[in-house]
């Protein structure tokens, strides 16, 4: 990078620096930033602790700046700046291994691993990933964005690298306090002492474990679950440790005079950090901390000690305290710490959303459970630690006593909610449905098997955006539609999921699914013109929906036919796409006077509306499914029901499926990711007209054969023979 820049970036930030004054970027030149990334990581090495620390105000800006230009996950990032620079100081990577659960704090490591210059690319299609990536960077160890996987991850490399006999075994896993209350981090800590391997756990212990946190929907304003109030006690017990309270400490792990000299002294650093550290020290983990993370006259020596002492048999795990969002007074104040922001101005703080005119499905999704709570006192709601991505947060405020955070626990809730369905209750389970994926045995098992009532509503279904491959809802369709005793719908819009809410509040008798994705309302007037559906005069949502009829789906629009049409096709879709599907067929039947297109959506998955698809097949052409779902969800269904029943065999219908491609889709714009699935307007326009063409040229072949069918009847029969 150009010093000229850098100079640049002064000015810019000048007006900041005057509003609120942040002296820790005293230094607003990049000069050791751009040193070390012209050189080596391993340079870092020769920085003394006045360097690292102006390193860190570099490293500190540098994340804030790039962030502001892109959006991404900020507060995270920020409250790991010491510790990031700290382990490159003290560890040697790639060949110690650092793996970031969820990998949404790994900015800092980013810049500082080789990937500073393509920072402004981050989240964006084409650019750097906003979590570790294995295929971006050999420092990126293990590839993340769902949590609490570090430290079994971290703990295999370790047992790897014992197993190969290799010499360096520095395997860390940096796990948040949020992260930490997933059950993954309990079965991999549970294993590691038994194991005997040497894991390194850091503990980022910033008070936030939902996002946001403090919701009144977790009953209060701290984090949510008992071990975050733990470790928040540990915290403020006792005072921070420095590095020579702890060098006594690991001390103990010397020869056995100088262990037995040493064991009061440890017992006592140890007794001062919490009445134990017992939690993890049962775990058979030897615990160290409370350490200010930001302190890094204390993190560097700590961290040596803790590679140099512990023995290579003995997990560790350092307890750090930090501040998320740290250094930056507008992620300090907010609530959320802003944890994932879009672009935004440095000086002020202020963030350049694109506010939707028409409310989010998960709005519309919070609204109509609040309606139908109102009413009913069994109507329970449980989250996992999202409660403002779900829209649990606002029906938290509303009915805090039946409202849920459970953390970072899907297969948690998920059983949680079966347990409430026992005694009666009528529980909404509101999971991304890509974190569902880890509740899928309960599903199965705890939910379906039992025939219990749960409602799972699943948010973010299909297509994400610049979360990218790890966060996309692709498979639920698949993994829940094989299901037996499953009911799934799939709303097309808002005044559909109302719907589809209060259908699932009816059902008592089996589990429920609604999945929609990551959208807006269509609003009134879209929704007259492109699906008939009319709203209440004021052009608003009514209050409540109406349930619908179990398994039946609806026609968008009739295909015309009269003796001008020579070609029929039917487009059937389940969720959002239905109006791409509309738009499509406006588009085909106003280029092809010949060709008229029927418009259906499915509404339900399971059960199947076998009457509607038989009758679309047997009346078409050419039949499509669509669907925001991967292969082996609605369009598979579609065809297994067909092809089983003998509705293809005598190939008057063709029948497409147009799906999620079988690839892994990287971050971008929402509307880029439709255009690589092949899944918007203009995409169902180039299927129909491919078929179509296809159809055309079948029937011309039929009517000629008509009139040569002697000749080609004796063909075909010579084909048959031969
Ligand atoms: C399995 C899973 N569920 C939910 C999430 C969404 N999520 C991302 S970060 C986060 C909070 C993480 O808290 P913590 O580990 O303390 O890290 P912090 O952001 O506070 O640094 C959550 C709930 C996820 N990534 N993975």
């Not at 262990?259 to 017992?267: A, M, R, S």
């Not at 008229?596 to 998955?605: E, P």
Request: charged letters at 20%.
């Amino acid at each position: 990078m150009d010093h000229t820049k850098d100079q640049n970036r002064h000015h810019c930030w000048t007006p900041y620096t005057h509003q609120v004054s942040i002296h820790a970027f005293a230094s607003l030149f990049t000069r050791l930033l751009t040193h070390l990334l012209l050189l080596h990581i391993a340079d870092l090495k020769r920085f003394d602790i006045k360097q690292l620390k102006e390193l860190s105000n570099e490293l500190r800006w540098e994340t804030l700046h790039a962030v502001s230009k892109v959006g991404g996950h900020l507060g995270s990032s920020l409250g790991v700046i010491e510790l990031t620079i700290a382990l490159h100081y003290i560890f040697n990577c790639p060949e110690d291994k650092i793996v970031w659960d969820v990998g949404h704090q790994a900015y800092p490591h980013k810049i500082l691993t080789g990937r500073r210059s393509r920072m402004n690319t981050l989240r964006q299609l084409h650019g750097i990933s906003g979590f570790t990536k294995r295929s971006e960077s050999e420092y990126d160890c293990f590839g993340a964005g769902h949590s609490s996987t570090s430290i079994s991850a971290a703990l295999g490399m370790s047992a790897g690298k014992n197993l190969l006999d290799k010499k360096r075994n520095n395997c860390i896993a940096v796990i948040g306090d949020g992260a930490i209350t997933g059950g993954m981090a309990y079965e991999a800590m549970n294993n590691a002492a038994y194991i005997n391997s040497r894991v390194i756990v850091v503990l980022n212990d910033n008070g936030q474990v939902s996002l946001p946190t403090g919701q009144p929907s977790v009953g209060g304003v701290g984090p949510a679950g008992a071990l975050s109030g733990y470790t928040s006690r540990l915290l403020t017990s006792s005072t921070f440790k420095n590095f020579r309270d702890i060098a006594k400490g690991i001390n103990s792990f010397m020869p056995d005079d100088i262990k037995n000299l040493n064991k009061k002294v440890d017992e006592y650093v140890r007794s001062m950090a919490s009445g134990g550290g017992t939690l993890f020290e049962e775990l058979g983990f030897y615990y160290v901390g409370p350490v200010d993370a930001h302190d890094l006259d204390n993190l560097i020596p700590i961290l040596e000690n803790i590679r140099d002492n512990v023995p290579v048999t003995k997990p560790v795990l350092l307890h750090i305290k930090s501040t998320k969002g740290k250094g930056y007074p507008p992620a300090e104040a907010a609530s959320d710490k802003y944890h994932g922001v879009s672009k935004f101005d440095v000086s002020t703080g202020v963030q350049k959303a694109s506010v939707s005119k028409t409310p989010s499905l998960t709005t519309v999704f919070a609204n109509s459970l609040i309606s139908i709570a109102e009413t009913d006192r069994n109507v329970c709601a449980i989250t996992a630690a999202m409660p403002g991505g779900t829209g649990l947060d606002k029906f938290g405020r509303r009915f805090p006593k039946r409202t849920y955070d459970v953390g970072i626990a899907e297969q948690h809730a998920v059983t949680f909610a079966a347990g409430m369905a026992v005694e009666g209750l009528k529980p909404f389970v509101a999971i991304y449905s890509t974190f569902m994926q880890r509740a899928i045995d309960q599903v199965i098992h705890d939910v379906a098997l039992q025939q219990l009532p749960v409602r799972m509503i699943l948010d973010r279904a299909g297509l994400v955006g610049n979360d990218g491959a790890t966060h996309h809802g692709s498979y639920d369709l698949a993994y829940f539609g094989c299901l037996p005793d499953m009911i799934i719908m799939a709303p097309s819009d808002e005044v559909e999921l109302q719907n589809m809410v209060e259908t699932a509040y009816t059902i008592d008798h089996m589990p429920s699914v609604v999945r929609y994705p990551r959208a807006s309302g269509y609003g009134a007037e879209k929704l007259k013109d492109l699906l008939g559906t009319e709203l209440p005069a004021n052009g608003e949502l009514p209050a409540r929906g109406k349930a619908l009829p179990i398994g039946k789906g609806r026609i968008i629009k009739n295909g015309e036919r009269n003796h001008s049409k020579k070609v029929s096709i039917a487009l059937l879709s389940i969720g959002t796409r239905l109006v791409d599907s509309v738009l499509a067929a406006r588009a085909i039947e106003a280029k092809y006077p010949d060709v008229s297109v029927t418009v259906a959506d499915a509404r339900f998955m399971k059960p199947l509306d076998e009457e509607l698809i038989s009758s679309l097949a047997k009346n078409n052409d050419i039949m499509i499914t669509i669907e925001e779902g991967s292969k082996g969800g609605f369009g598979d269904a579609v065809l297994h029901y067909l092809t089983n029943s003998g509705q293809l065999d005598d190939g008057s219908t063709r029948m497409r499926t147009m799906v999620i491609p079988d690839i892994w889709i990287e971050a971008g714009p929402q509307k880029d990711q439709y255009d690589i699935a092949g899944l918007n307007e203009s995409h169902i326009v180039a299927k129909m007209e491919e078929n179509i063409l296809l159809v055309r040229g079948k029937k011309i072949n039929k009517m000629n054969a008509g009139t040569s069918s002697v000749v080609s009847s004796v063909v075909d029969e010579s084909n048959l023979r031969v």
